[in-house]
Structure formats: C-alpha cells, structure tokens
C-alpha cells in the first residue's frame, strides 16, 4: 500500500518558471513532511519541511503548502533555474526523526 | 547543517562473497540509523531501522540474514550484504536522525554503489 502518493512523475520547466510537486498521503498519523532533493548517484537533501499546525512555510524559492483537512502538501519552486533540475521526494513520518515513508519522486528538468 | 558520511561510495564485489558499508554521522549522535535502497530511477525503499545498541528492525520483506545491520556506537552503523548476489546491486543510503538540531532532522548520506558481479 503506497501511503504517500507524489505526481507529477516528471516535469518539465522552463527557466523563470514555476515547478509545482504534490503529494497526499492516507495515514493521519503523519506529523512531518519534508521534502528531499537528489541529485544522480547522490543521496537525498533536506530542502524544506513542515508541521501540519502551519499551512505553509517558505524558505528562498521553495515554498511548501500544507492542505490538512484533504491530507495533501505541495512543493513550489519559484524561478526555476538549470541548477534545480533534479529528482524531488515527498515524504512523511509519524514525527521527526522518525522513519520516513517517500513519496515515488518527481524528476524536474529545468530548461535554460 | 549536520554531515552522514558513507564508506565506501562505490565497490564491486563477486558473487558470493560478503560487503560492508559504514555509515558514519560526522558531529552529531545518532540515536537512529535507517538503510535504504533504490534502484534507478526510483523512490527509497527502507529497508531497517536500526537503534544504538539494539537488534535492527527490517521492513518486511527484507532478509535480515543477507542483509546484516550493526549500529555499535551513536556514530556508526554498518550493513553488510552477505552471500551477493548479482541481484543485490543496488544503490544503498543510510540516513540517520539525533539531536543535531531541533526537531530531529534526518540527515542522509551519499549512497554507496554496490555491483555484484
């Protein structure tokens, strides 16, 4: 059973653009969402996380927005540049530092 | 933000015989590590968690025979692959979670390429 399900599976921008990822997920014990970022043949880095007693959280050009009652969080990544292409993960756990449950993954490709 | 180092990043091993990969936390105690594996282009499967000085906990489906977890010290946690096979190459990342900062952030490593040949 995928419990954090992540669309699109991939995702083509143009540079200055705006890349969206969404995830939703089924289990209401999750109580943290980061995202990761994964370069080829490099393991995953936190970029942002959140709680869901917020509904959005913005760091740079990530910003996160956290739907609780349809179980649904989303990444945006504002002007997309060539350096942010990448696979993102969604994930989720019952708290931090807990075991991640991941989302399938989005390969975003930035287009100069 | 805090550092997971992984050992080795790459190895070739033959059929057979056993492989180990440290996973280290730099500065900061890890009182959980978790081991992962994930195939080209797809998502991170977990496959145990593991606590200092405790017996590792796999996910199901996962042998935990082949698949040996050690987490001897706050720092460090090995897996060794035991007997590979050709199938067991894979991409394997360690992530570990400790007080590093607030909210018990998990940090991962750079993975390491196991192929089994």
């Known amino acids: 059973q995928q419990q954090v399900k992540q669309s699109p599976q991939s995702l083509i921008v143009q540079k200055g653009g705006i890349s969206i990822i969404n995830c939703a997920y089924e289990?209401?014990?999750?109580?943290?969402f980061p995202w990761y970022q994964q370069f080829p043949g490099k393991g995953p880095a936190l970029l942002i996380a959140?709680?869901?007693?917020?509904s959005e959280k913005k760091e740079g050009r990530f910003t996160i927005s956290f739907n609780k009652s349809a179980k649904q969080f989303s990444l945006h990544i504002m002007d997309s540049q060539p350096g942010d292409s990448a696979t993102y993960f969604c994930?989720?756990?019952?708290?931090?530092?807990?075991?991640?449950?991941f989302g399938g993954g989005t390969r975003v490709l930035v287009k100069p | 933000g805090a550092v997971v180092s992984q050992h080795p990043s790459r190895v070739i091993c033959k059929s057979g015989t056993s492989v180990k990969i440290e996973c280290r936390s730099l500065?900061?105690?890890?009182?959980?590590m978790f081991w992962y594996r994930q195939f080209p282009k797809q998502s991170l499967m977990l496959m145990a968690t593991?606590?200092?000085?405790?017996?590792?906990?796999?996910e199901q489906g996962v042998e935990k025979d082949k698949f040996l977890i050690n987490h001897a010290s706050l720092t460090l946690s090995t897996l060794t692959v035991t007997s590979a096979h050709p199938e067991d190459s894979s991409f394997y990342i360690c992530?570990?979670?400790?007080?590093?900062?607030?909210?018990?952030?998990?940090?991962f490593g750079e993975g390491s390429w196991l192929t089994v040949v």
């Open positions: 992530s570990a979670s400790g007080a590093a900062d607030s909210g018990n952030t998990i940090y």
């Open positions: 289990n209401t014990a999750f109580d943290y």
């Open positions: 959140i709680r869901p007693d917020v």
């Open positions: 994930a989720a756990s019952g708290a931090a530092g807990n075991k991640l449950t």
């Open positions: 500065d900061f105690q890890a009182t959980t």
């Open positions: 593991s606590n200092e000085g405790s017996k590792a906990t796999y």
